[in-house]
């Protein structure tokens, strides 16, 4: 009996730990797959638990010296019920969700379909599936595959129209909902070698303020062109420094009478004045930024950027305005001017362009 007892749990946990890793693995999205271990774990656990303390509960109150009652019959009962449960449990499976034995699409919540399906610009499966022209049930399928290589592939498909399109009919509120569930990212510690070389590199130099010897290593059209477009951004940055003043001398500016006609040196200015309040920290000059200054001038003010400056100076640019505006702060600003949401739209659309030509060997 002993021998039957052990051999019999051996397969029962072997067996049932292998079904639930297999599914897990299969209908898991990546974000969730220790959630859903721990609650299916938990819910066994709970039908279980009654069982088998009923069980012991029965045996121990069977006298001590009745094998028979005590151990053999009890034994003989749980395991003929344990047998036809499995058997039943197995007909069944080969039965339901249309012979597949388990749902070919799990339920999912809201908020784990947009994180899911940001990186293609979509919202929920039905969207991402669209845009990438696949079923949704092989969509899902992929995503919770953790090759790098699978999610590279559903990159590599994106249409980018059809994504355009899928942005255009949602608002600014859902725009909102999907930065507010975005994660928080915890603030890495700076690699003291990458902080000493960025003090030197000239890249990294403050663009409102050229030094005389990057001035004379520059060609000399380079630096005459560069001196309107510094004065600009020297002024749009002390009007931005002006908490809660000035608001009427940035709308002209902006806006009005006082806007540069010149869009290039415009944006160049503007990008200016950004990228030095970034440096400086300044977070509610960054916020009246973002609100005051035209959509369609903030746009050309990021893609001029990603122009004139150096690489590693732009992604340094884009950590520290993350750490000063993430993802829910820029909810909140978009909550105040719902226009960002077009910003917010094109950004999207270009990150996957980018991603995908990255993906290409593009640059």
């Not at 819910?43 to 638990?49: E, H, K, V």
């Not at 845009?131 to 969509?139: A, D, R």
């Not at 999907?178 to 070698?193: H, I, N, R, T, Y």
Request: glycine share 6%; hydrophobic share 45%.
């Amino acid at each position: 009996a002993a021998w039957a007892t052990s051999y019999g749990l051996c397969m029962f946990v072997t067996l049932n730990q292998l079904f639930m890793n297999r599914y897990f693995l299969h209908y898991a999205p990546p974000n969730r797959l220790g959630a859903y271990n721990a609650s299916f774990m938990l819910l066994m656990m709970t039908i279980m638990m009654p069982v088998g303390l009923g069980a012991y509960g029965y045996m121990m109150a069977m006298p001590e010296g009745s094998l028979m009652q005590r151990y053999i019959i009890p034994y003989t009962v749980f395991g003929a019920v344990g047998v036809i449960s499995m058997l039943a449990f197995n007909v069944r499976f080969c039965f339901a969700h249309g012979g597949n034995g388990v749902p070919t699409f799990p339920q999912m919540l809201p908020e784990d379909e947009m994180e899911l399906c940001a990186p293609f610009g979509a919202m929920n499966l039905d969207e991402a599936a669209d845009i990438l022209g696949l079923e949704k049930e092989v969509l899902f399928k992929r995503l919770a595959d953790p090759d790098p290589e699978t999610l590279k592939s559903l990159m590599m498909m994106v249409n980018t129209e059809k994504m355009e399109a899928a942005l255009e009919n949602h608002s600014a509120e859902d725009f909102i909902t999907m930065m507010e569930q975005a994660p928080e990212l915890e603030e890495e510690e700076e690699d003291k070698a990458d902080e000493a070389a960025a003090a030197t590199d000239s890249s990294t130099a403050p663009l409102l303020a050229v030094s005389s010897s990057a001035s004379s290593d520059a060609p000399a059209s380079a630096a005459t062109a560069a001196v309107p477009q510094q004065g600009l951004a020297q002024e749009l940055r002390e009007l931005f420094r002006s908490t809660g003043q000035g608001a009427e001398e940035r709308k002209l500016k902006l806006e009005g009478s006082g806007k540069e006609p010149d869009d290039h040196l415009r944006f160049r200015a503007l990008g200016e004045c950004m990228d030095a309040m970034v440096k400086e920290g300044d977070t509610e000059g960054l916020k009246m930024f973002m609100l005051e200054v035209p959509v369609d001038d903030l746009w050309g003010c990021f893609v001029d950027m990603e122009e004139w400056m150096e690489k590693k100076a732009s992604k340094d640019l884009e950590k520290k305005f993350n750490k000063l505006i993430p993802p829910k702060q820029f909810a909140a600003l978009m909550k105040q001017n719902p226009k960002l949401k077009d910003l917010a739209a094109r950004m999207m659309k270009r990150e996957v362009q980018r991603t995908m030509n990255r993906f290409r060997g593009k640059k």
